[in-house]
């Protein structure tokens, strides 16, 4: 005689997982491949172009660059905050007349970057971004120094024609 199983003893059935449905990528249609393959050729022929034309806008920056600098400046700061965050921990960092960033880390890790590689245009833009408004100080600072030497050179030049006339007077 088989017993009735009590109801504490009765299997409760367990919930049934569910898969995922699978869903199959949607098939692309022929023109639609060939539309993407054609968009793909027009974006890489214009990647061509802007990469070519940016090589010749950055050569002239770096002529202009080292032109104006030269006579300022042997070096400017550049801004640790104004470094990408991935470089780490950056201390100190200047540019050169040439486009070169030396860069000290907190270490003491010495880095030389030249900006002018493709590489490091991004870098270069943040440079670029944090130094050119420097330029006004530096040039006015500039200006404000050969002033102060014309002055001076005036005074003096005048005070020596002064002697000048006067011994010519007192010789003849």
């Given amino acids: 005689m088989r017993q009735k199983a009590s109801p504490s003893q009765e299997a409760v059935p367990l919930p049934v997982k569910e898969e995922p449905k699978q869903t199959k990528p949607a098939q692309v249609g022929l023109q639609e491949l060939l ?3 054609k968009s793909l050729e027009d974006d890489i022929g214009q990647i061509c172009e802007l990469t070519s034309e940016e090589k010749r806008v950055v050569a002239v920056f770096f002529e202009s660059f080292l032109k104006l600098m ?12 104004a470094l990408p965050e991935e ?3 950056v201390v100190q960092a200047n540019i050169d007349p040439t ?5 000290l880390y907190q270490d003491g890790q010495v880095e030389l970057r030249d900006l002018s590689e493709e590489a490091q245009r991004d870098l270069m ?6 130094v050119m ?3 006004k100080q530096l040039t006015s600072a500039h200006r404000l120094k050969i002033e102060n030497r014309i002055e001076f050179l005036s005074s003096v030049t005048k005070e020596m024609q002064n002697i000048s006339k006067a011994f010519s007077t007192a010789t003849t």
């Fill in 35 to 37: 539309d993407s393959l």
């Fill in 70 to 81: 030269q006579p300022l400046a042997k070096t400017m700061p550049v801004s640790p905050v």
């Fill in 87 to 89: 470089m780490g921990n």
């Fill in 99 to 103: 486009g070169h960033l030396m860069i």
């Fill in 125 to 130: 833009v943040s440079v670029i971004k944090d």
């Fill in 133 to 135: 408004p420097k330029f």
